[in-house]
């Protein structure tokens, strides 16, 4: 996969260079460039940025400099397979592992990250010409710009490029992987500080573990983050499933687990 990152703090993407991202890109898996937005400025003080038409707070970053720098990137041929151009944004699209694991699949991606009120919107409307523009949110907070969002979104897209991490299974039991987030884990020694380990996970009986750690990770889902129980799939549910989530408060009604737990509003 190609990376490209355009940024005015290209020092800000250095931490690309480490660990299983420097592994990554040293063993020609992804070939990785981070480029200044200040070499494609054409005046004496390199500006990329200048005030809002309408009036407003800070600055916002003009459209020549990202035009001039977008097109450096744009490859000949890019009419039958356009790169994707990322733009981190918090009035973007949530990024998610489902948006990590389908990058993950494309030849070429563009990030491009904005600073100060962000970038003027022509560029997006011009750069749909020749790419595909996605806008795209860490989270509901904001940032002071893009450079943080990219090291999240490129770390969480490059890990899924088979051969980026070493063994492929821990892939696979992850949170997020089945809608559910991942269950606890344990190591040595089995008892810390009074604490002992989940005395299944001692016992060798491989059937009785994987149950514990689906309840675990149901139990767990259920009180951090109901609104990932609400998207399970009934159909994807045992029996011993839906008994844990109605101790936890959930039912299946109409074909869709919904939370029966009382609203402590109501008295
Ligand atoms: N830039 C500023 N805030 C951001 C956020 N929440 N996600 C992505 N990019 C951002």
Redesign the pocket.
């Given at each position: 996969m190609r990376c490209d990152v355009f940024s005015i703090f290209p020092d800000y993407l250095s931490p690309l260079n480490l660990s299983l991202m420097g592994k990554a890109q040293a063993e020609g898996l992804v070939d990785l460039s981070v480029h200044d937005l200040r070499d494609f400025t054409t005046d004496r003080h390199r500006s990329v940025d200048d005030t809002p038409y309408g009036g407003g707070a800070g600055m916002v970053m003009a459209a020549e400099p990202w035009a001039r720098a977008l097109e450096s990137v744009i490859p000949a041929g890019s009419e039958v397979q356009r790169p994707t151009l990322i733009?981190?944004?918090?009035a973007?699209e949530v990024?998610t592992q489902a948006r990590a694991e389908e990058l993950a699949t494309e030849d070429h991606l563009v990030f491009a990250?904005?600073r100060y009120e962000g970038i003027d919107e022509r560029v997006l409307e011009w750069a749909a010409g020749h790419f595909v523009v996605r806008p795209?949110?860490?989270?509901?907070?904001?940032?002071?710009?893009?450079e943080?969002?990219?090291l999240a979104?490129v770390e969480a897209i490059v890990r899924l490029i088979p051969g980026v991490v070493g063994n492929p299974l821990s892939l696979v039991e992850e949170s997020h992987q089945d809608g559910l987030l991942e269950y606890p884990v344990y190591t040595k020694p089995s008892r810390w500080r009074e604490a002992d380990v989940p005395e299944v996970l001692l016992s060798g009986n491989h059937a009785k573990i994987a149950r514990f750690r689906r309840d675990e990770q149901l139990r767990r889902t259920a009180a951090r983050r109901p609104d990932l129980i609400a998207r399970l799939d009934p159909a994807q549910l045992d029996r011993n499933d839906l008994e844990i989530l109605h101790i936890e408060g959930f039912a299946v009604q109409n074909g869709a687990v919904r939370s029966v737990a009382s609203d402590p509003g109501e008295n």
């Open positions: 733009v981190p944004s918090p973007g990024f990250c904005g795209m949110s860490l989270g509901d907070y904001v940032l002071n710009g893009g943080v969002a990219v979104m």
